[in-house]
Each structure stands twice: as C-alpha cells, then as structure tokens.
C-alpha cells in the first residue's frame, strides 16, 4: 500500500468519522465511492460505521415518552421563578423591610414618631371639621367663619362691635379685653 | 394554547434561550419538545436502560434551564451547552454507583451493570442486534459510551463533541475510529449489512 493510498485513506474515513446522517457533498460522496471500489479497509469501516448507527437509531417499538406530569411540574416551577413582579416595587419593598430589620432604636422611634405625627393630624383634623370644641364667645365669629378643613380657615374679627366682647365675663378672654379697651 | 406556540417553530435554540431567560414560558415548552425526548433516549441509554431513572434525570436538567438560564452563554450552541448538562449528570451518577459499589463490595454489580437494561430484553427476539450493541455499550467505559452514543445517536459533529467532553479532537477521531473497528468486529456475526453512501 503507498503512502499516498494510506493518506486518501485517513481523509476518507475522516469524513466517515465526521459527516452527519445525509449530509455528505456530491464531491465527497464521489470521492468517497471512488476510493471504496479499490480499498477493502475503508470498505469494511463504512459498512460498521452504517450498521452501528442504523443499530442506534432508536427503536420505534420502544415508546419511552417523557412523563406528562414532568412537563406540568417544569411549568409550574416556570411560573414561580419568573412570577412577573415590578422590579422597582420589590426593591423599595426591599429596603422597607431592611430599615426595619435594624437593631438600632433610632430608626424605630423615628418610625414611630412619624406614625404618631400621622395619626395626630387625622384625628385634629376630623375634630375641626366635626365641630365638637367648645369655642368661646368672643370668637364665636371666627368659629363661624371656619368652612371646612384647616387650610381654608379665614378669620374675620371685628372688635370695634361691642357685641363681640363675649357674653359673660368667664366667656371672654384676656386678650379680647386688651384689644377692646386699647381701641 | 399550541396555536400560539407555533411561532417559536423556526426559532433558534439560542433565541428561544434568549426568550426563556427573559420569562417567556412558550419558548420554554418549545425547548422542552425539540429535545425532551431526543434526551430521554440518550439518558435511557447512558443510564443502562433504566427507564424511571432516565425519566428522573430528564426533569432534573429542565429544573435546571427553569432555574437558572442566566448560565447560558449565547456565544455557544444551546445542544452543546445541554449535552454538557446530561454529560455532568451522568458522569455524577457513575461516581455515585461506583462508591455505592465498593462499599457492597459485590462484585457481581459490574455484571448487573450489562444485564440491567430493563426493556431490551424483551425485544431480543426482534431487535437481536440492537439488544447485543446495547449490552456491548454497557460493557463500554463511560467516556467511550459517551462519545459513542454522542455521534452515532444524537448525531452531533466531532467538534460538538469535543466541546461538551473537553477531548481534543483528534483523541476523539482516534477513539471512534478503534470504537467503530472494534464493535464492528465483535457483532459482525448479527451484522445485518447496512449501506447508505
């Protein structure tokens, strides 16, 4: 066997090795079915090579079909990993819980005060706007004045009527007295 | 819902890779129908036959694509990324048997080992050679079942193979060419002459 014989030998059987089921060039099949007429080894690699994948190919008779409860598992464990959640949210969530996660009794009281502060303005404000204090006479006018909410309050004293000094003396308050007599 | 999930039929398995990653459950499934039962095969026939373990092995690896597709490197081939999956988990599964072997101390296990395909038995009536090729496989060490199965099952190139096995391309040729001559010779007696060139 010359050498040159041998080389086309390792370039056919590279080939062999390498193609893919059905996927050989016309080129490589010719060159492939030339060497064959006169090479008995290759001849005999190809007819293994044939066998042993015809031998692979998986049996029809044998229905291994993946489970059908794999699949509902896979999809379920799917939708728990990629639960659509807004990133910003969880984030902010995040950071919530980690301020309160923290030992340090300054973030509490903090916490804390705010809910109080909170809590405080609520109540003030439905108080006022019930109109359940008692306001004294002499600003009954102002009390009159008060429409709703804090924010519109408009206070509108006329001291110079001296109806307005109050109704009795307990009613009335230093202040208006000051400003009455002073006028 | 299959209606909505043909548009992902001429997808790549990169780009539904690159969908799964973002949450999109239909690339998802349609991932798991291109390879969940090519990769039953190759784990059925890596697993010396044992078909729930196969099953088993199969919902571990999508477990693994689920959870954390991020590890996907979109500059490789998704079949090579998932055959290197299924090879570390069969390559886990062969240390766990030979531990679990030397501490029984049977020596009979490694007789087991050819003997345990649970279905091929039954079709050595009609499928003779397949069943003697399959026990050959068995007897196989599990590098050379490997790039065995690899090329003549799954059909993947020498240089896919050489990516999920980390063999050098030319250790791989030399080993097919010694695998082929050698089960060639040893089944030529069932060989029922195939010719495809």
Same mark, same amino acid.
């Given at each position: 066997?010359?050498?040159?014989?041998?080389?086309?030998?390792?370039?056919?059987?590279?080939? /062999?090795?390498?193609?893919?089921?059905?996927?050989?060039?016309?080129? @490589?099949?010719?060159?492939? #079915?030339?060497?064959?007429?006169?090479?008995? *080894?290759?001849?005999?690699?190809?007819?293994?090579?044939?066998?042993?994948?015809?031998?692979?190919?998986?049996? @029809?008779?044998?229905?291994? &079909?993946?489970?059908? *409860?794999?699949? $509902?598992?896979?999809?379920?464990?799917?939708? @728990?990993?990629?639960?659509?959640?807004?990133?910003?949210?969880?984030?902010?969530? &995040?950071?919530?819980?980690?301020?309160?996660?923290?030992?340090?009794?300054?973030?509490? +009281?903090?916490? +804390?005060?705010?809910?109080?502060? /909170?809590?405080?303005?609520?109540?003030?404000?439905?108080?006022?706007? $019930?109109?359940?204090?008692?306001?004294?006479? +002499?600003?009954?006018?102002?009390?009159?004045?008060?429409?709703?909410? /804090?924010?519109?309050?408009?206070?509108?004293?006329?001291?110079?009527? @001296?109806?307005?000094?109050? #109704?009795?003396?307990? &009613?009335? *308050?230093? /202040?208006?007295?000051?400003?009455?007599?002073?006028? | 819902?299959?209606?909505?999930?043909? =548009?992902?039929?001429?997808?790549?398995?990169?780009?539904?890779?690159? !969908?799964?990653?973002?949450?999109?459950?239909?690339?998802?499934?349609?991932?798991?129908?291109?390879?969940?039962?090519?990769?039953?095969?190759?784990?059925?026939?890596?697993?010396?036959?044992?078909?729930?373990?196969?099953?088993?092995?199969?919902?571990?690896? !999508?477990?693994? %694509?689920?959870?954390?597709?991020?590890?996907?490197?979109?500059?490789?081939? !998704?079949?090579?990324?998932?055959?290197? %999956?299924?090879?570390?988990?069969?390559?886990?599964?062969?240390?766990?048997?030979?531990?679990?072997?030397?501490?029984?101390?049977?020596?009979?296990?490694?007789?087991? !080992?050819?003997?345990?395909?649970?279905?091929?038995?039954?079709?050595?009536?009609?499928?003779?050679?397949?069943?003697?090729?399959?026990?050959?496989?068995?007897?196989?060490?599990?590098?050379?079942?490997?790039?065995?199965?690899?090329?003549?099952?799954?059909?993947?190139?020498? =240089?896919?193979?050489?990516? %999920?096995?980390?063999? =050098?391309?030319?250790?791989?040729?030399?080993?097919?060419?010694?695998?082929?001559?050698?089960?060639?010779?040893?089944? =030529?007696?069932?060989?029922?002459?195939?010719?495809?060139?």
């Amino acid at each position: 066997m010359t050498n040159k014989f041998k080389a086309e030998c390792q370039i056919v059987q590279n080939i /062999l090795l390498n193609m893919k089921k059905d996927h050989l060039l016309s080129a @490589e099949k010719s060159r492939i #079915r030339k060497h064959m007429k006169d090479c008995r *080894s290759c001849r005999e690699f190809q007819e293994n090579m044939n066998y042993l994948r015809a031998g692979m190919r998986v049996d @029809e008779k044998l229905k291994i &079909e993946p489970r059908k *409860s794999t699949r $509902q598992v896979l999809v379920s464990r799917f939708r @728990e990993v990629h639960r659509k959640t807004d990133p910003g949210f969880l984030k902010f969530l &995040e950071k919530i819980k980690l301020l309160f996660s923290y030992r340090i009794p300054l973030y509490q +009281a903090l916490a +804390a005060t705010v809910v109080v502060a /909170l809590f405080i303005l609520f109540f003030s404000q439905s108080y006022i706007q $019930q109109g359940t204090g008692k306001i004294p006479g +002499a600003l009954s006018t102002v009390h009159d004045s008060i429409d709703v909410g /804090l924010m519109d309050i408009r206070i509108n004293l006329n001291f110079m009527d @001296e109806n307005n000094t109050g #109704r009795n003396l307990k &009613e009335d *308050s230093s /202040l208006t007295r000051y400003i009455t007599t002073s006028l | 819902m299959n209606f909505l999930r043909k =548009k992902y039929k001429l997808t790549s398995d990169e780009q539904l890779m690159m !969908f799964v990653q973002q949450g999109n459950e239909d690339a998802f499934l349609e991932l798991y129908e291109r390879y969940s039962k090519k990769l039953l095969y190759y784990f059925y026939r890596m697993l010396f036959g044992d078909h729930e373990k196969a099953q088993d092995f199969l919902q571990d690896l !999508f477990l693994k %694509i689920v959870e954390k597709p991020e590890l996907f490197d979109h500059q490789k081939k !998704f079949s090579t990324w998932l055959y290197t %999956i299924a090879h570390n988990q069969c390559k886990n599964e062969y240390r766990r048997l030979e531990i679990r072997r030397r501490f029984n101390q049977k020596e009979k296990d490694s007789g087991k !080992f050819s003997e345990s395909g649970n279905g091929m038995e039954k079709y050595l009536d009609t499928k003779l050679f397949q069943s003697a090729l399959e026990k050959k496989l068995y007897k196989l060490g599990p590098e050379q079942r490997l790039i065995f199965i690899l090329r003549f099952q799954e059909d993947l190139s020498i =240089k896919e193979i050489s990516e %999920i096995t980390g063999m =050098k391309e030319g250790t791989l040729k030399s080993r097919l060419f010694y695998l082929t001559r050698k089960l060639g010779q040893d089944l =030529k007696d069932l060989n029922p002459v195939y010719s495809e060139v």
